[in-house]
């Protein structure tokens, strides 16, 4: 579909805009009260060097009419000509550094050689940047990020036409909500819009399982005491979900101790978490969790497939829709990261989904795709950890957020030490960790990649400091 999308654009009409010298030469289009990004920390000066002077307030009505032409008229109608290709450098030349997320927004969609150096051109333009030899979509997003530059007026109107001009499926999701929608990006994969309880059902996308088979622990011969499992346990009952299967799927609606669940797992956080998708306010109907093919901050976005209202997939709270209208935040439930070997042997009572459920498909993303790092941009990453470093992350009582470094974890608690924050206790089990109270009731814990947890929780405590 995109490759057809793609191929409506008249490319052939395009020409190379200018070069970069020669864009940042003409004359500078600012709004009243330009300012500069003075407050970003040492570090995000050291990495992507000083921010450009941002202007606010309104955009004048020619460089309006530019934005529309280059964007909205080029997406809406699937074309690229001598209109747009003025109206781009008109854009370029604006020196107004929030047009580079729309270009940005634009520029992932676009694989036509030409086309793509142009905006990428005009983004590096407006951000006072050289271009590298590749990656530009990542080169230009990162620093949009990591120097905070605002979003341009009426920014979602246009990122939604861009959006879902190459997928319709997304009419539902762009909309307004307590979402940062600069940091929404495609993730390259198509929405799961397939209804309930339909695994089996074959679609162009990453396909979540619902009410998925198990078998008993003796009965699941095919999996090797060293594969990875994400253990949950619900009111007695336990539950191993394979790493295998969890790459192809991404998200499990499931009953487990009476309780129903929505598992999602991002594979570029390195995290599964569980969120309880029952007990909710009346008149609410159970969410059904999709993979919705969006990122931001390279972690995934789901939604609910019943009320389309998306979720903060890392806070578990409704962001979108009549579900945020609502107010709706779910209860997490612990999960625990551990081996299979390790997790059949303290709780050999165990079920674990089928091996069916992996489409005969056995990625490890961890040590392949990612083993250099976040594929996707996510700006600056707090310095105190390496981006991939594993961590247990859990909320105290007091509503805060900490980090437990899990390697330093794992041998303190197995030299019998104890590690305390606030109301939290670390506790081993099968293999892995998981957070309590004092009590040891279960706090809703997971493990994660530094990167990932740091961005959603910016203020976090760190063990060991």
Avoid at 83 to 103: H, N
Avoid at 161 to 179: A, H, L, N, Q, Y
Avoid at 310 to 320: E, I, N, P, Y
Avoid at 404 to 422: C, D, P, T, V
């Amino acid at each position: 579909m995109l490759a057809a999308y793609r191929s409506k654009f008249r490319v052939g009409l395009v020409a190379a805009l200018a070069p970069l010298a020669v864009l940042t030469g003409l004359a500078l289009f600012w709004s009243a009260g330009a300012r500069a990004q003075g407050d970003l920390p040492d570090y995000v000066i050291a990495e992507f060097g000083a921010p450009p002077a941002i202007p606010a307030g309104p955009l004048p009505q020619a460089l309006r009419e530019a934005v529309e032409t280059a964007f909205v008229v080029s997406a809406e109608g699937a074309l690229w000509g001598p209109e747009q290709e003025a109206a781009l450098a008109q854009v370029a030349a604006s020196g107004d550094p929030r047009l580079a997320w729309i270009i940005a927004d634009f520029l992932r969609f676009i694989t036509q050689r030409d086309l793509h150096v142009s905006l990428a051109q005009a983004a590096a333009a407006l951000l006072g940047q050289d271009l590298p030899s590749e990656r530009y979509w990542g080169f230009v997003t990162d620093r949009l990020m990591a120097w905070d530059v605002p979003a341009p007026p009426d920014y979602l109107r246009v990122k939604r036409v861009i959006f879902t001009s190459v997928i319709p499926g997304w009419e539902k999701i762009f909309v307004d909500g307590d979402v940062d929608w600069r940091h929404v990006s495609w993730g390259g994969v198509l929405i799961d819009d397939r209804p309930y309880d339909q695994t089996d059902e074959v679609c162009n996308c990453i396909p979540a399982a619902d009410n998925p088979p198990v078998s008993s622990a003796a009965e699941a011969t095919w999996l090797k005491d060293e594969d990875i499992v994400f253990g949950i346990a619900v009111n007695g009952e336990y539950r191993a979900y394979p790493r295998r299967i969890m790459e192809v799927r991404e998200m499990v609606n499931d009953t487990l101790g009476g309780r129903h669940l929505g598992i999602p797992y991002c594979t570029l956080c390195g995290s599964a978490q569980a969120y309880f998708t029952d007990r909710l306010p009346d008149g609410i109907e159970r969410p059904v969790l999709r993979t919705s093919g969006l990122l931001i901050r390279s972690n995934k976005v789901m939604y609910d497939i019943t009320s389309h209202s998306v979720f903060d997939t890392f806070l578990g709270r409704a962001v979108t829709g009549p579900l945020w209208e609502k107010g709706v935040r779910l209860e997490q439930a612990s999960v625990v990261t551990s081996d299979w070997g390790s997790w059949r042997k303290a709780h050999p009572e165990t079920t674990v989904l089928v091996e069916a459920l992996a489409l005969g498909r056995d990625f490890d993303f961890r040590n392949t795709r990612d083993a250099d790092g976040p594929i996707f941009p996510v700006g600056d990453v707090d310095p105190r950890l390496p981006v991939h470093e594993d961590v247990i992350g859990v909320i105290t009582e007091s509503g805060k957020a900490v980090a437990f470094r899990r390697s330093a974890a794992l041998l303190a608690l197995r030299r019998g030490e104890q590690i305390a924050f606030e109301n939290i206790r670390l506790a081993l089990d099968a293999g892995g960790i998981r957070a309590v109270d004092a009590d040891g009731t279960n706090l809703g814990s997971h493990q994660a990649f530094w990167f990932a947890w740091s961005q959603f929780h910016p203020d976090t405590a760190l063990w060991p400091e």
